[in-house]
């Protein structure tokens, strides 16, 4: 072989492992997730408190800080030093955005991948080997209704996504461990929601910009007696 048919062939080698090294981490996403220290503080506060809010300006990491925090429970895999709320078996969690095209964009997008891009799902979040099954969502191009995750215990949370816009009624029926409000809810769905987890012990988060104001929802949390605290 000649002196150039090495080198192509050396070539080639390290950009087949480049490739095969940047997938490797594309489907780490969570275990390289390190927190700044107000998502440290808001995920923290989870063993003191059932309710909690990341209330904060835009693109600094609160939907990322959901989307992480959802990803540990679902799965089981909670980091050396956790010191947040803990669940010790598989979950039923709901992620629910305004409209069921900005779920999709947003806490199914972090959660689970480029939503157009199926071959990308599980470069998120949720790592690659732990999406264990889905169902689509009708009416709706590229968006989930229902994802199976394995969790480290050996059985399955499930995550389903859904969206304000569905209104009350759609939000009634289910007993949940979980229910993530990405942006802002009206008080009647925040309460439904908050509902569907009074079984299992009341458990909810939320992340959102104030575009609202002193809404009904934050003066829940904005109040001497409040559910827990805010993160600004």
Do not use: C
């Amino acid at each position: 072989m000649s002196s150039a048919n090495l080198k192509s062939s050396a070539l080639k080698r390290a950009l087949a492992l480049a490739r095969e090294q940047k997938a490797r981490a594309s489907e780490q996403r969570l275990k390289s997730y390190r927190p700044y220290s107000k998502q440290r503080a808001f995920h923290e506060a989870g063993i003191r408190f059932e309710e909690r809010m990341f209330m904060a300006a835009n693109q600094v990491g609160k939907t990322t800080a959901g989307a992480a925090e959802w990803a540990i429970h679902l799965t089981g895999l909670y980091p050396e030093g956790w010191k947040g709320k803990r669940f010790k078996k598989p979950v039923r969690f709901w992620a629910a955005g305004v409209t069921s095209q900005s779920t999709r964009d947003n806490p199914q997008r972090l959660l689970i991948g480029p939503p157009a891009d199926e071959s990308a799902w599980g470069t998120a979040m949720i790592p690659k080997a732990h999406l264990a099954d889905w169902t689509r969502a009708r009416g709706i191009a590229n968006a989930l209704d229902t994802v199976l995750v394995a969790h480290v215990s050996g059985g399955f949370s499930t995550l389903a996504f859904k969206s304000y816009e569905m209104g009350r009624a759609k939000w009634q029926g289910e007993t949940l461990d979980g229910v993530w409000f990405d942006e802002e809810p009206p008080l009647d769905i925040y309460s439904e929601g908050l509902t569907r987890t009074q079984a299992s012990g009341l458990f909810s988060i939320l992340t959102f910009t104030p575009l609202q104001g002193a809404s009904e929802v934050v003066r829940l949390f904005l109040e001497e007696e409040g559910p827990a605290p805010t993160l600004v």
